[in-house]
């Protein structure tokens, strides 16, 4: 379920869900699950703060894809393997 409290605007329900699910850091995520191969490294660069829906997304996405996902956002490296997280929830 998305987490609609990281939505910033005044908006209503159903609209912050659709929202979060444009977030450029999951679609990256998508298409790289489309078009590489199984065990394959996923980096992604983002230019801002990831938001905690995206960043418990990575976690759940490593665990189920059992691949490792680096996610560069502006102030570190998070670095998702099997479902944990380098900066230990803490950005």
Aim: glycine content about 6%; overall charge neutral; some cysteine.
């Amino acid at each position: 379920m998305p987490e609609t409290g990281w939505v910033l605007h005044n908006i209503e329900e159903e609209e912050k869900e659709d929202a979060l699910g444009s977030h450029s850091e999951k679609l990256a995520l998508a298409f790289a699950l489309m078009n590489t191969s199984p065990g394959t490294t996923i980096r992604i660069v983002k230019y801002l703060r990831v938001c905690g829906d995206c960043h418990s997304l990575m976690k759940c996405a490593s665990k189920m894809s059992q691949r490792e996902i680096i996610l560069r956002d502006i102030k570190r490296f998070h670095h998702f393997r099997y479902g944990v997280c380098s900066c230990g929830d803490y950005w």
